[in-house]
């Protein structure tokens, strides 16, 4: 059964820096494309940064340029460095992984992100 754990998430002051991490469990990481997504209060969720076929990654507008995504397949893990954080960056954050070959998503049970003075 494939496990998904964020961590990371936290308080921080506009302007600031945060690291989410993604940890994977139960099956082969490399079979799986990556991504982030995050759900704000009374929103939609949103892609915010994803690994497409091919290993490019995509980000959302609105966070191009202040966020990275990466991943470490020895670690089985997924990370989201956010920089220049701002309030409306507020938000539930999930990690997910997509199957290359049977297209089934999984994902993480999300960590809380919030940007405030």
């Known amino acids: 059964q494939v496990q998904l754990v964020e961590s990371g998430g936290g308080l921080v002051q506009p302007g600031g820096s945060l690291r989410l991490s993604c940890t994977v469990s139960?099956?082969?990481?490399?079979?799986?494309?990556m991504g982030w997504y995050r759900q704000a209060p009374g929103k939609q969720r949103e892609s915010v940064a994803r690994?497409?076929?091919?290993?490019?990654?995509e980000y959302a507008d609105s966070v191009k340029g202040r966020f990275t995504i990466s991943r470490d397949n020895a670690k089985n893990s997924v990370y989201l460095q956010m920089n220049s954080l701002k309030p409306e960056d507020t938000a539930a954050y999930y990690c997910?992984?997509?199957?290359?070959?049977?297209?089934?998503?999984?994902w993480g049970p999300g960590t809380q992100v919030t940007v405030s003075s």
């Open positions: 997910y992984a997509k199957h290359r070959f049977t297209g089934i998503d999984y």
């Open positions: 690994f497409r076929t091919g290993g490019d990654m």
């Open positions: 139960g099956s082969m990481f490399e079979l799986y494309r």
